[in-house]
């Protein structure tokens, strides 16, 4: 284990990986543009009243996961 980032990106698929970081960058452009993830059919249907708060834990795991994996995925150690 060369550096602290490499050593997080062994054993995992780097596809997919770097697929779970283009979404989570695609979900923190949605809420920087103003999209109401909670205002969608399928969330008023699934969530109710709770909708806010279940896309509220999704932005927190979103930013979260680029924070995280963004190093690695933008230096290469994926590869």
Do not use: C
């Not at 779970?20 to 543009?33: I, S, T």
């Not at 806010?52 to 834990?57: G, I, M, T, V």
């Not at 680029?66 to 290469?76: R, S, T, Y």
């Amino acid at each position: 284990m060369d550096t602290i980032l490499a050593g997080a990106s062994e054993g995992g698929n780097a596809i997919f990986t770097t697929v779970l970081f283009l979404l989570a960058g695609l979900r923190l452009y949605m809420e920087m543009m103003g999209f109401k993830l909670a205002e969608l059919p399928v969330s008023k249907a699934l969530f109710g009243e709770r909708a806010k708060n279940f896309h509220r834990y999704g932005l927190y795991l979103s930013i979260g996961y680029v924070i995280l994996f963004a190093p690695g995925i933008l230096l290469g150690y994926n590869s």
